[in-house]
């Protein structure tokens, strides 16, 4: 494994354009780009040509520095560890929490005709007449606030009866192999610790969960 040092400097030749051919530089400027002094600059660059990564014809004024192709094989792994770490496609995100009882909201909600069509034509099912929900542990808050930054699809508001119900937004996931959503209602300061899971079944019966009971929910391809 290239050493960080040495890869750091790899890549700010690479940015320079070392890649596309002979780059001048001098150490004094590879020191300023990496905030270290010349003579570490120059033991770099000799480490650098010493393990065959970069070609360098040395000049009265400095060297010009090409990139050889392992030296391009180097960053191209080292890209391509990276898009997997930060590439969204694929990515599955997990949340364990514990079992908690609701106020009872979820049943009335889940039964209106108006989101039950919605949750259908989001999430492919209509959904049982109320919400499990889920109290995360401490870990998956972090977890949570990253799936907050991911597509979630809004579910529009209405009226009915003189009575005015808000927008939500719900984003697809799975308990097992049971088909789910999350749904967070649109009133400001929602617990961040809790999440309210919908499915086309009675979930705690389905499951065989009670309050207390540990849960996992995966939210992702």
């Known amino acids: 494994m290239l050493p960080a040092e040495d890869l ?26 990496l905030g270290i002094s010349q003579q570490t600059a120059s033991r770099r660059l000799k480490g650098l040509e010493t ?22 094989d180097k960053l191209r792994r080292e890209y391509l560890e990276y898009a997997r ?15 908690v009882s609701g106020i009872g909201e979820g049943k009335y909600y889940m039964s209106l005709p108006e989101y039950k069509q919605q949750f259908k034509t989001i999430l492919g099912f209509e959904p049982y007449p109320g919400t499990l929900n889920i109290r995360l542990v401490p870990a998956s808050i972090p977890v949570r606030k990253k799936i907050d930054a991911l597509d979630w699809t809004r579910v529009k508001g209405f ?7 808000g927008d939500a937004r719900c984003i697809p996931c799975r308990i097992g192999s049971i088909s789910c ?3 967070v209602p649109g009133r400001t300061h929602y617990p961040e610790d809790i999440i309210e899971v919908i499915a086309p079944v009675a979930l705690r019966r389905k499951l065989g969960v009670e309050d207390s009971d540990s849960i ?6």
Do not use: N
């Open 181 to 183: 959503g999350i749904v």
């Open 216 to 221: 996992s929910v995966e939210v992702g391809p």
């Open 159 to 165: 009226s009915a009866d003189g009575r005015t119900f």
């Open 51 to 72: 393990q065959g990564l970069i070609t360098r014809t040395l000049t009265a004024d400095g060297q010009h520095v090409t990139l050889t192709k392992h030296g391009e």
């Open 85 to 99: 770490i930060f590439s969204e496609g694929g990515k599955t995100y997990s949340l364990h929490g514990s079992v």
């Open 8 to 33: 750091q400097c790899l890549k700010a030749l690479a940015l320079r354009g070392g890649c596309k051919g002979p780059l001048f530089v001098s150490t004094q400027s590879i020191g300023t780009m």
